[in-house]
T-cell receptor, first 112, second 114 residues
Framework: GDSVTQMEGPVTLSEEAFLTINCTYT??????LFWYVQYPGEGLQLLLK?????DKGSNKGFEATYRKETTSFHLEKGSVQVSDSAVYFC???????????FGQGTRLTINP | GAGVSQTPSNKVTEKGKYVELRCDPI?????LYWYRQSLGQGPEFLIY????????DSGLPNDRFFAVRPEGSVSTLKIQRTERGDSAVYLC????????????FGPGTRLTVL
């Protein structure tokens, strides 16, 4: 079945460091890909999305590019802030199937 | 505007008891989803409603789990004969239509079965 694999956490970085959180997927067809974020004490929020190969999603300084050849959707940010501390989830959905399939999440902590 | 709300925020029950978890979606959203999130894991899909009907219930783990959405708005997830393994955070999400890409999530109900 369809699945998403994320790099294991937790990840701890210093402020202004470069961030990469790896995400790879297994799915038939051409899924849409998402990154959701869960800040402490809050619900899941959509961070960015890409709906077809080579699309780049971006928001709040975060970027991810849909790479069909490597079945990947890695999350990057050039300079992280303390406020980026959260749990990040990579997810996919298939055309015609509205459910989201999530990875296990990566907890990110940014130290000042 | 108001987001997705879920009640109760926490529910503690004993093994074998029946529980109901409620979800109020964003007004006007026709699609509603239930997910279950165990500790340290990502959310797992349970069921998807389009309007009043369950369009996809393939994620319900067994027949102890049932969900309804009788008027196409509020939904209730019902769990019979609860087991300790049912302990998790139950998340509800809604989207404007079934083909909308963004699902808006509620804060979840933390269920603990003793």
């Amino acid at each position: 079945g369809d699945s998403v694999t994320q790099m294991e956490g937790p990840v701890t970085l210093s402020e202004e460091a470069f961030l990469t959180i790896n995400c790879t997927y297994t799915a038939t067809g051409y899924p849409s890909l998402f990154w959701y974020v869960q800040y402490p004490g809050e619900g899941l929020q959509l961070l960015l999305k890409a709906t077809k190969a080579d699309d780049k999603g971006s928001n709040k300084g975060f970027e991810a590019t849909y790479r069909k050849e490597t079945t990947s959707f890695h999350l990057e940010k050039g300079s992280v802030q303390v406020s980026d501390s959260a749990v990040y989830f990579c997810a996919l959905s298939k055309t015609g199937a509205q459910k989201l399939v999530f990875g296990q999440g990566t907890r990110l902590t940014i130290n000042p | 505007g108001a987001g997705v709300s879920q009640t109760p925020s926490n529910k503690v029950t004993e093994k074998g008891k029946y529980v109901e978890l409620r979800c109020d979606p964003i007004s006007g959203h026709t699609a509603l989803y239930w997910y279950r999130q165990s500790l340290g894991q990502g959310p797992e899909f349970l069921i998807y409603f389009q309007g009043t009907g369950a369009a996809d219930d393939s994620g319900l783990p067994n027949d102890r789990f049932f969900a309804v959405r009788p008027e196409g708005s509020v939904s209730t997830l019902k769990i019979q004969r609860t087991e300790r393994g049912d302990s998790a955070v139950y998340l509800c999400a809604s989207s404007l239509t079934g083909t909308s890409y963004e699902q808006f999530f509620g804060p979840g109900t933390r269920l603990t079965v003793l």
